[in-house]
């Protein structure tokens, strides 16, 4: 639609960093698309790509773990976002423990929530994971470093396609 490309690239949300586990599989990446859609009950929304590899390993999941970065983990958001588990390992990469019901919780992430999966909505090329938070981090103090946005992580080359 006329317009949308110069809507959409005024944009500048938070990126966060979504990991799946479904038995001894696990999957990770960085997600530009995601927010809290209702009050109450409290959800959120994350929205994963069909190609991507943790897309796959969420649709066999129960929960998803849903972390924020700050502008300073450049590193951590270019192994999550520009890698893809269909080559590469990222949880040997960094220091990971199990969350609620084995989730896979990024333990550098400045906050994190893990969520039930309550439903999934098929939007085209992407998929959204309706989540109850069921185990939150406390996330520290809300002063502290600017948070990871989209303008942040342009420079990282997807890990697959983006078409």
Known sequence: MVGMDAFTGRLNP???????TAGAERAGCLVGFASQCSI???RFVVWLSKVNRTYEVACAADF???HLLTRE???LAALFG???GHQVDKFARTDWAPGHSGAAVLQDSCAWFVGSIEQKIDAGDHVGFVLDPVQCSEGGNTDGPALLRLSDALSIEPGHPVD
Do not use: K
Request: charged share 20%; no cysteine.
């Open 64 to 66: 998803l773990a849903v």
């Open 73 to 75: 983990q450049q590193e």
């Open 14 to 20: 938070d990126m966060y960093v979504v990991t799946a």
């Open 40 to 42: 109450r009950p409290l």
């Open 82 to 84: 520009g890698e893809t």
